[in-house]
């Protein structure tokens, strides 16, 4: 029983560690731009498919190569989602942007299915041996590497935020995209910068959870943009360390509820969590306007 | 008409109810990812009634408007204060509540020595109210259609008056209407219970034209799709929505010119729309100009 309930944390800290990735990368776009990027997660999973196709191409490509293809992939949609739904709505409505993303997302799902048309797709695994033992515990290598990735990526997140220029022209435009316009720092380059370091944040989350699951689905696309929000609103709109936080805590309130309840009752358990939290509005939970 | 374009007009019909529960929303400045629930609750409850209990058609349609409804407001008191992405994201989850509810519901009864009713993630079959009453599939789509002419000459009759303006005064400006006296809240669970309802009667004319239903054809894509449908139509006029669904089921899955490329084209059309047109192709300007056209005349 002990030892179940601290593999169930084991893994909840590790998947927490991919919902983490994949929720900077949402929560950096929302906090930017103030809107909800719904092709977030299916511009991941073109990147994805496009490593797939690489792969089936070309069998002895490396893990750094599909990578490369994965993260490039999801730069590239990353970017043509920003011209297409998030430029033109700069000034105006939110949810017009919000609705446009979601028609690129069908045709994401679709140019997905075009390129490879049965549903599951074979994606290699990082390593092929037997998960690693930790003290009679067993963590897989890809959730090592998960662990590994988000950490370097939240440090150097931190490091670009708070010592870059860049960091420092994000910042004031969260703070105040008008306030920053009127200071000399471009509001809309730096709009399409964050669309691709978030894309790019996006695409590791995306090659590293294609890894582990060893499959790509074009489902990917809804499950990357439903965690992201998931964790980014279970963390309080809009804050990145909240994300962070957010995005654990969905790892272990999943991996253990999944563990005493089974998977139905574990979605309807975050669901409801989610509904309560939002019902009850705690300070932490509605910090900013969202509208 | 040939079977195709019946399914074909009959689908829009069905679908242009939920994107006029979106519609509704949207007018009183509410962004849901959630009335594909109400569009469940009629479904399930009206195919239940029926296939199980032997009800007829219009008795149930009533219940499952008004169990609709009620699902709705249970949705919007808890959700009142919350505005923008947070009322989307607590929608989305009493809708994923509901599909997951639809999931683990199984209730089946003997009926002519069959068990019926709804059998968990294997779905509900054997709705077939409209096939046992003898009811051909084209009378059924002017039936659909004739419940859809009478919502939307309700809808134009609203907008019309005074309770039109209002709704709209609410959904541009909360602060400004609750300052001229208007009871908001008690307008915003209004407005949720008759698009709750709304929804329903849409879920229940589904159910009994497909005949089988499964918890699948409530997620998000649903929701998101109903939405998108009110924002290309327009925010003008309640004829956006229904332009909406024809565009897209009528234009691009009735014509079969983009066969296969469906989606893309779909997509590629709304998002390219709404850089021009961001409040969709009716919106409050055209219609508008159009009034003034006619009234000038």
Redesign the interface.
């Known amino acids: 029983m002990l030892a179940d309930l601290v593999q169930n944390t084991l893994d909840g800290v590790a998947a927490g560690a991919s919902y983490a990735l994949i929720a900077v990368g949402f929560t950096l776009i929302f906090g930017v731009l103030r809107r909800?990027n719904?092709s977030y997660g299916p511009a991941i999973m073109l990147g994805c498919y496009l490593a797939t196709l690489a792969f089936q191409r070309q069998p002895a490509l490396g893990a750094l190569a599909l990578a490369a293809i994965a993260i490039g992939g999801s730069v590239l949609a990353g970017a043509y989602v920003e011209r297409?739904?998030f430029a033109?709505?700069r000034q105006?409505?939110?949810?017009?942007?919000?609705?446009?993303s979601?028609?690129?997302?069908?045709?994401l799902?679709?140019?997905a299915t075009?390129a490879l048309p049965r549903h599951v797709h074979a994606f290699p695994a990082l390593y092929d041996g037997a998960p690693l033992q930790l003290a009679g515990f067993a963590l897989r290598v890809e959730s090592l590497a998960m662990l590994l990735a988000a950490g370097l990526a939240c440090a150097l997140l931190w490091w670009m935020l708070e010592r870059t220029r860049f960091g420092l022209a994000v910042r004031a435009v969260i703070a105040s995209p008008v306030a920053a316009e009127l200071s000399g720092i471009s509001v809309p380059r730096t709009f399409v910068r964050v669309f691709a370091l978030a894309s790019a944040i996006g695409g590791v989350a995306g090659f590293l959870v294609a890894a582990s699951h060893e499959q790509v689905t074009p489902m990917m696309g809804?499950w990357f943009t439903?965690k992201g929000?998931l964790a980014m609103?279970l963390g309080g709109?809009g804050s990145l360390s909240g994300a962070v936080w957010g995005a654990l805590a969905l790892g272990l309130v999943e991996a253990h509820a999944q563990w005493f309840f089974g998977p139905?009752l574990r979605?309807?358990l975050i669901?409801?969590l989610?509904?309560a939290l939002?019902?009850a509005?705690p300070r932490w939970m509605?910090t900013r306007?969202?509208? | 008409m040939d079977d195709y374009t019946i399914g074909v007009l009959t689908n829009a019909g069905l679908f242009a109810f939920i994107a006029l529960s979106a519609y509704l929303l949207l007018l009183a400045g509410e962004l849901s990812f959630g009335q594909q629930a109400f569009f469940g609750v009629g479904a399930y409850s009206g195919g239940m009634l029926t296939a199980m209990w032997g009800w007829p058609l219009p008795l149930a349609a009533a219940v499952a408007m008004l169990l609709g409804a009620i699902a709705a407001l249970a949705v919007a008191v808890p959700t009142l204060r919350l505005r923008g992405l947070y009322f989307a994201m607590a929608t989305l989850a009493a809708a994923e509540l509901a599909r997951i509810a639809f999931e683990l519901l199984q209730w089946q009864v003997p009926v002519d020595g069959e068990a019926t009713g709804p059998d968990g993630t294997q779905g509900f079959r054997g709705i077939r109210w409209v096939l046992e009453s003898g009811i051909e599939p084209q009378t059924f789509l002017a039936l659909i259609w004739a419940v859809l002419t009478a919502v939307l000459a309700l809808f134009l009759a609203l907008e019309r008056s005074k309770l039109g303006a209002t709704l709209r005064g609410i959904g541009e400006d909360p602060e400004l209407a609750a300052a001229l006296g208007i009871d908001v809240d008690r307008w915003k669970l209004g407005v949720a219970a008759a698009a709750g309802a709304l929804a329903a009667m849409g879920g229940v004319l589904y159910a009994h034209h497909n005949t089988y239903i499964e918890p699948r054809n409530f997620d998000i894509m649903l929701g998101v799709h109903s939405l998108a449908y009110a924002l290309i139509g327009g925010l003008g006029t309640a004829f956006g929505p229904l332009v909406g669904v024809l565009v897209d089921i009528g234009l691009l899955e009735g014509s079969r010119v983009f066969e296969g490329y469906r989606m893309i084209a779909f997509g590629g059309l709304v998002a390219l729309l709404l850089v021009v047109r961001p409040r969709g192709l009716l919106d409050e300007r055209v219609v508008q100009w159009l009034r003034n056209r006619f009234s000038s005349r």
């Open positions: 909800a719904l297409l739904c033109p709505h105006g409505s939110a949810i017009a942007a919000m609705v446009a979601f028609a690129v997302w069908m045709q799902e679709e140019l075009l809804m439903l929000m609103m709109l139905q979605d309807l669901y409801a989610l509904f939002l019902a509005g509605i306007s969202a509208s």
